[in-house]
């Protein structure tokens, strides 16, 4: 069984919209500079003052953008490989739209079944990691007056 198959690609508006977002997504994460203090988008880290899984993507993306590996990995440890398939689909937009053609990855049945619940569990124990050392470490999300959940337990009426 072949693990990459070649096909050829008849309606290329999809090609043209993924391409379009990923330019977009790879550009703002060039040139934008988060800040570890900004806004907080998570409802969770919001309420909690704890990290979400995907708390630090954003930032870890806009690292790995400008080549900063190191500091990528500790935003996010899955922020290098979200970024390396984010430039893959990317690469496959332009040659579907160059050459018509797309290439496709084949799993087994029996491989993704593996690969799901694998990548499942180890982005929970990350997200306990992450939790466990936000909790014992007092990480600037832990001790931040701005969680809802912080501002219940020390505002009493």
């Known amino acids: 069984m072949k693990l990459i198959q070649v096909q050829s690609v008849k309606d290329r508006n999809q090609s043209w919209i993924i391409f379009g977002i990923l330019s977009a997504v790879l550009l703002v994460a060039f040139f934008w500079q988060p800040s570890d203090n900004g806004i907080i988008l998570c409802y969770f880290r919001g309420l909690t003052g704890l990290p979400c899984p995907g708390c630090g993507l954003t930032r870890s993306l806009c690292a790995i953008a400008k080549g900063e590996l190191l500091q990528s990995f500790q935003y996010h440890i899955f922020g290098p490989l ?13 040659a ?3 050459y018509h ?3 496709i ?6 491989t993704k079944r593996r690969m799901i619940p694998a990548l499942i569990i180890f982005l ?4 306990s990691f992450r939790i ?3 909790l014992t470490h007092q990480t600037p999300d832990t001790k931040s007056d701005h969680s ?5 337990f020390t505002h009493h009426s």
Do not use: M
């Open 82 to 94: 979200v970024f390396l398939i984010a430039v893959g689909f990317w690469v496959r937009a332009i």
């Open 124 to 127: 929970c124990l990350f997200w």
């Open 148 to 152: 809802f959940v912080y501002y219940l």
């Open 101 to 103: 053609k797309t290439v």
């Open 132 to 134: 466990g050392y936000a």
């Open 96 to 98: 579907e739209l160059i």
């Open 105 to 110: 990855l084949v799993l087994s049945e029996k």
